[in-house]
């Protein structure tokens, strides 16, 4: 069962430098989203998707692309580094669906990424 | 706008001990709220949620109560182990809301033998 993957677990990047970060479900589930997690500001979602083609912003999405072509897949793309996105990066899923209303996220084991 | 304020860690406590770890809201209507627990090396996997007033929400026995006349979902354990050591985040979603689910900082919990 492997539930939400993230890929890679470690990147550093220079200042400029471009990257995706990636993340499959095999859960089938419609949701799918972004975290960043820094000290002391716990989780915040940068963007999410609700289906293949839908995808929308959340608390903090300045320098991140996403799109969402399939339903397993929902990459993350810094298109010009920063030393501010040095942060560890979750992907999250959930089932619309038979989850109803219960709001429970699935989470990937994060990506620890590091800009100099 | 809706926030989430959790207790500053780390917590720090032997086995066996009680553990109350605070967290309150801000949000308009009735929104859903969760725990959520991290360990070492992980991702964030769900402990337990309340979705209305007054229900307790229990799991691993960790127990939280929604107090909506407080807008608090304190978290208590009655005897924590060293395999509790995680750090704990308290969540939130607006009703109808649930794609984008609001996460306190985060509380540090380590037990020590």
């Known amino acids: 069962n492997a539930g939400v993957t993230q890929t890679p677990k470690f990147q550093v990047l220079k200042t400029g430098q471009s990257m995706t970060l990636q993340c499959a479900q095999d859960?089938?589930?419609?949701?799918m989203s972004w975290y960043r997690q820094d000290p002391g500001m716990g989780l915040r979602l940068i963007h999410y998707?609700?289906?293949?083609?839908?995808?929308d912003q959340g608390e903090v999405p300045n320098g991140y692309n996403v799109s969402r072509s399939t339903t397993e897949d929902f990459p993350l793309r810094l298109l010009s580094a920063a030393p501010s996105q040095t942060s560890v990066y979750f992907c999250?899923?959930?089932?619309?669906?038979?989850?109803?209303?219960?709001?429970?996220?699935?989470f990937g084991e994060g990506s620890r990424l590091t800009v100099l | 706008g809706n926030s989430v304020t959790q207790m500053e860690g780390p917590v720090t406590l032997s086995e066996e001990a009680f553990l109350t770890i605070n967290c309150t809201y801000t949000?308009?209507?009735?929104?859903?709220l969760f725990w959520y627990v991290q360990y070492p090396g992980e991702g964030l996997q769900l402990l337990l949620k309340?979705?209305?007033?007054?229900d307790k929400g229990s799991n691993k026995g960790f127990e939280a109560t929604y107090r909506k006349e407080t807008t608090s979902f304190h978290l208590e354990k009655g005897s924590v182990q060293v395999s509790d050591s995680a750090v704990y985040f308290c969540?939130?979603?607006?009703?109808?809301?649930?794609?984008?689910?609001?996460f306190g900082a985060g509380t540090r919990l380590a037990v020590h033998p």
């Open positions: 309340a979705t209305k007033a007054d």
């Open positions: 998707s609700v289906g293949a083609g839908i995808t």
């Open positions: 949000a308009t209507g009735y929104p859903s």
């Open positions: 859960m089938n589930h419609e949701y």
């Open positions: 999250a899923s959930r089932d619309l669906v038979q989850g109803g209303n219960t709001g429970e996220l699935f």
């Open positions: 969540a939130l979603a607006q009703s109808g809301g649930y794609n984008k689910l609001i």
